[in-house]
C-alpha cells in the first residue's frame, strides 16, 4: 500500500512538474510578445515626432527664408514711408505664416496621433496577459489538490 501511494504520488508530482513547466514555457512565449509588441509602439511614436519634427523644421526655414528677403527688401527701400509701408505688410505677412504654420503643425500632429493610437491599438489587441492561462493553472491546482487528498485518504 505504501508502494502504491508512493507510486501514485511520485505520478501526481510528474503530472504537476510537467504542467508547471507548459505553464513557464507559455508564460514566456507571451511575455516575449507582449515584449515586442511595446517595442513596436516606441517605434511608432518615434516616427510620429519624427514627422512632426520635419513639419516644424519646415515651417522654421521657410520662415527664415523669407526674413532674409525681406531684409534685403528693408535694405533697398528709399523712403521712410515705404519702410514702414514694407513694415506693415512683413508683419501681417509673418503673423499669416505663423498661423499657416501652427495650423499645418497641428494637422499633422492631430493625423501623427490618430495614426499612431489606431496601430498601437491594432498591436496591443494581440497583448496577451494569459488570464485563461491562469484560470487553466488554478482549474488543474484544485484537481491536482483533490488528488492528492484522494491519495491521502487511500494510503490511511
Do not use: P
Not at 75 to 98: A, G, K, P, V
Amino acid at each position: 500500500m505504501a508502494a502504491e501511494f508512493a507510486g501514485r504520488s511520485a505520478t501526481q508530482v510528474g503530472k504537476m512538474l510537467d504542467y508547471s513547466f507548459r505553464v513557464m514555457q507559455e508564460t514566456t512565449k507571451h511575455t516575449t510578445q507582449n515584449l515586442d509588441v511595446l517595442m513596436q509602439c516606441g517605434t511608432i511614436v518615434a516616427e510620429g515626432w519624427q514627422t512632426i519634427l520635419r513639419e516644424w523644421i519646415s515651417a522654421t526655414q521657410e520662415t527664415t527664408q523669407k526674413n532674409m528677403n525681406d531684409f534685403q527688401e528693408l535694405m533697398q527701400c528709399r523712403s521712410i514711408d515705404t519702410l514702414f509701408s514694407y513694415q506693415s505688410n512683413i508683419l501681417r505677412d509673418r503673423i499669416e505664416s505663423i498661423q499657416h504654420s501652427n495650423a499645418r503643425i497641428s494637422e499633422v500632429s492631430t493625423q501623427v496621433a490618430n495614426e499612431t493610437a489606431k496601430r498601437i491599438s491594432e498591436m496591443t489587441g494581440s497583448i496577451s496577459f494569459g488570464s485563461e492561462l491562469v484560470e487553466q493553472s488554478q482549474r488543474n491546482l484544485r484537481r491536482a489538490g483533490v488528488e492528492i487528498t484522494r491519495v491521502d485518504r487511500a494510503g490511511d
